[in-house]
């Protein structure tokens, strides 16, 4: 579950709060967050082709509509549970409140700027970009409890294909 998430090590890195919340240091190689978006793009019912309004270096990670939840605090937006940016590289996640309490506890994340405002959902978070392989691990299972949020699995609503925890 959630509350045995490790807690991360080192401290947390720098971030610019506000409408574009963005990590600023501490990113490790790029090459984790790569690996981590290509291993996610994989899983069954992935929509990966990038919105017509989407910034260069932004991968939107959306579920194909027939299998979304129809639970509104599983998105950043519509069917979108997660989004990389590559340029200054950050993660964001939609994470149901318990996962997202315990990842910000163990110092994996923090709250979306825009959560504050109800512009995002409470559970919306920055996760920390992975620094080694142990970090990426984390970040995979941070994402998979995403993905089956969005899926509506974590309620039993619907079985979908099979992401890797």
């Known amino acids: 579950g ?4 490790p807690a991360r090590k080192g401290q ?3 971030t610019i709060r506000g409408p574009l919340h963005i990590q600023c240091n501490g990113h490790g190689d790029p090459n984790y967050v790569n690996q981590l978006v290509d291993r996610v793009l994989t899983w069954p019912h992935i929509e ?3 919105l017509p309004v989407s910034p260069p270096n932004t991968i939107r990670v959306r579920l194909a509509e027939m299998v979304a939840t129809d639970e509104p605090s599983a998105f950043l937006s519509a069917r979108e549970f997660g989004r990389v940016l590559l ?7 939609a994470l149901p409140l318990v996962c997202a309490h315990w990842a910000i506890v163990r110092g994996w994340a923090e709250p979306h700027y825009l959560a504050s405002f109800d512009l995002m959902p409470a559970g919306a978070v920055v996760v920390y970009t992975p620094r080694d392989e142990g970090e990426l691990g984390v970040c995979y299972s941070l994402f998979s409890q995403s993905y089956r949020f969005a899926c509506g699995l974590l309620r039993g609503e619907k079985q ?3 992401a890797e925890t």
């Open 12 to 14: 947390r890195p720098q």
């Open 48 to 50: 990966s082709n990038p």
């Open 160 to 162: 979908v294909g099979n």
């Open 2 to 5: 959630s509350a045995s998430l």
């Open 87 to 93: 340029g200054a590289p950050t993660i964001y996640l």
